[in-house]
């Protein structure tokens, strides 16, 4: 994953240095492991890089000018050797006149590295794939940097977006897309390239978005997309219509707990902009026409992590809405194994960043075998949503915290939106159900700012618990979907070793692990599942295990089996995951708080997986 940032200026009244550093600090989501940035300062490259945050950057070169107007930065997650100084980017070439920074991963960086040794007698200081495409653009440079990077692309296989910059080109930075986001920022005698939009939205609202295969060159007067064959292409400025402010913390302590708090908002946009006046539901950026609808024999849902949580509910929910099957695979699997997909299949991608490269190759694949493409995402613009044929916004806003919380519910909603459509147009749904469910979701906003009023409750629980060192995670239904994501909400930023699994399957073996003051935190909010939820609770009980149950406001009995208990605002059952899953938000929050985890940025993770 990684993040990346170039500026060229022609006033000395900014400093290179501190506008890379700033954007930076807003990348560190995809990679907080090492943090570097070269700068040209009279035609010599200056690197300074450091193991750790960008924080220990900055302590690094605080008592240093620096001052330029030209220069590449970088801020790292660890894929070919550990986090440290030394492969930490920039790389250079072996006298130190060219550098790169590298987002991705170069997958014959072996061969090429040996090549380089054999045939050039170079020696390479890191571990690194990256270092190879410093040499490689070293060796072909002759004066015209374009061109050095145009000759090193051809030998390199893997997905990347780099940055370089070399000593003797004070003006320019050349910058290369394949399979990894990069994006060109136009501003006032000043040109930028970063990994993303919030990168540069301190100075610019005018963005190009470079496509695969494209290189772009930067000078401070001018911006020039080239495409595969070397020729200079045009492309339409996106404006970005959100603020910085929407990417600030605003007073809380954490970006997770600001998003959390965000989720009635991005529920009832994401809603409300595709409700019309007479009730019925428009899906924007979705051309499908009762005749594609008609014709589908099968859903796919592929995606990662959380996104994946979402669709395991959206399994449930489309096919219970619109009776078709729905298949549901994580992308990483999807793509090798040869599954059944054809034109009658509509594939559903579900990714907030739109970036993630395992859903992406998954969504080619896909397209490849002839399926219709409808992704699910949050970044406007992002790759995801770009190869799509149809694309749904969720409408959360910019998810900061590498523990996605806001994107889930958010995606939740989607799925049923997408449901009740396909629903209605197969004529499924008759006219009483489609009402009530509707106006069901249109009370969730409000229902879920009731529920987070009882966050001082559910931080007082987490003082209780956090000690404890597993947890399981057990529900049944669509409950079960949600356990798996409370489940990893838990473990990603506590580190508690946590599981989740069908209720109904403990039994099956699990159970062996329950013993006296096993933690389990059970979901019970399907009326027609709730008997039998009781029945795993008292199972687990029976063992020794402590039980926080998650129930309806009008399902007390629960309390008689559970330890404790956190209501839910009653809701009908097939909507319940958009409220059940934030008590989990919640309490994964706090328990990780006392136990003084780093919340936003926990540890070995990125938010945006933009490698294999
Ligand atoms: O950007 P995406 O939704 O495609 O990301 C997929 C996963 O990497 C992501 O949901 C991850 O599991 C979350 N950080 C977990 O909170």
Redesign the pocket.
């Known amino acids: 994953m990684c993040g990346i940032v170039g500026y060229v200026g022609n006033s000395a009244a900014r400093d290179a240095k501190d506008i890379i550093i700033d954007g930076l600090k807003k990348l560190e989501y995809r990679g907080y492991d090492s943090a570097g940035i070269a700068l040209n300062i009279d035609g010599e490259l200056q690197i300074r890089k450091h193991v750790g945050r960008i924080a220990n950057l900055e302590n690094l070169i605080a008592g240093e000018t620096l001052a330029s107007r030209i220069g590449i930065g970088h801020t790292r997650w660890a894929t070919h050797g550990a986090p440290s100084d030394v492969n930490s980017h920039p790389h250079c070439n072996s006298n130190e006149t060219i550098a790169v920074v590298h987002n991705g991963i170069i997958e014959n960086y072996v061969e090429i590295k040996e090549w380089l040794a054999k045939e050039y007698g170079i020696t390479f200081k890191s571990e690194t794939d990256t270092e190879v495409i410093a040499h490689l653009i070293g060796i072909y440079y002759d004066g015209d940097l374009q061109d050095a990077v145009y000759k090193a692309v051809e030998k390199m296989r893997g997905a990347y977006a780099i940055g370089v910059v070399a000593a003797a080109e004070p003006d320019k930075i050349v910058a290369v897309r394949k399979d990894a986001p990069l994006i060109a920022g136009l501003g006032e005698d000043c040109n930028f390239i970063a990994s993303d939009i919030p990168a540069l939205l301190k100075h610019v609202r005018k963005i190009y978005l470079i496509e695969n295969n494209e290189t772009v060159v930067i000078k401070s007067d001018s911006v020039k997309i080239y495409n595969a064959e070397r020729k200079e292409i045009k492309r339409d400025v996106f404006h970005v219509t959100w603020d910085a402010e929407s990417a600030e913390k605003e007073g809380y302590e954490h970006f997770m707990l600001k998003e959390i708090h965000e989720q009635p908002k991005g529920l009832y946009e994401t809603l409300t902009r595709r409700i019309e006046e007479d009730g019925s539901i428009k899906l924007d950026g979705i051309n499908l026409s009762k005749e594609d609808i008609e014709n589908f024999d099968k859903v796919f849902i592929v995606?990662?992590?959380?996104?994946?949580?979402a669709g395991l509910v959206g399994k449930f929910v489309i096919e219970n809405l619109a009776k078709i099957p729905v298949e549901i695979d994580v992308a990483s699997e999807f793509r090798y194994r040869d599954p059944f997909v054809n034109e009658r299949t509509l594939f559903i991608a579900?990714?907030?960043?739109?970036?993630?490269l395992d859903?992406l190759a998954a969504l080619r694949e896909a397209k490849r075998k002839g399926a219709r493409i409808l992704s699910v995402v949050?970044?406007v613009g992002s790759s995801?949503a770009r190869e799509s044929d149809d694309v749904f916004y969720t409408w959360a806003g910019p998810e900061i915290a590498?523990?996605?919380?806001k994107?889930?519910t958010t995606?939740l909603m989607c799925m049923y939106l997408i449901g009740l459509y396909m629903g209605r147009t197969r004529g499924i749904l008759d006219e009483e159900r489609y009402t009530n469910y509707l106006k069901e979701l249109k009370e969730i906003p409000d229902k879920l700012k009731e529920l987070l009023k009882k966050e001082n409750e559910i931080h007082d629980l987490a003082k209780e618990i956090y000690k404890k060192e597993q947890v399981f995670f057990i529900g049944r239904g669509s409950d079960a979907g949600v356990s798996y994501e409370g489940s990893?909400?838990l473990k990603?930023i506590s580190y508690i070793n946590s599981f989740a699994i069908a209720a109904g399957e403990l039994k099956h073996g699990t159970i062996a692990l329950i013993e006296k003051d096993t933690l389990v935190i059970a979901l019970a909010t399907q009326e027609k599942l709730y008997e039998k939820m009781l029945s795993n609770i008292q199972e687990v009980k029976a063992r020794g295990a402590y039980v926080i149950g998650i129930a309806k406001e009008n399902n007390t009995e629960i309390e008689k089996q559970a330890d404790r208990v956190i209501y839910i605002p009653n809701c009908i059952d097939e909507i319940s995951p958009l409220l059940s899953v934030v008590p989990l938000q919640i309490l994964a929050y706090y328990i990780a708080r006392e136990r003084g985890c780093d919340i936003d940025k926990p540890k070995n993770?990125a938010?945006?997986?933009t490698v294999e």
Do not use: D, F, M, P
């Open positions: 995606a990662c992590g959380t996104a994946y949580h579900i990714s907030q960043s739109g970036e993630t859903t949050n970044v995801v590498v523990a996605s919380t994107a889930y995606q990893l909400k990603e993770l938010k945006s997986v």
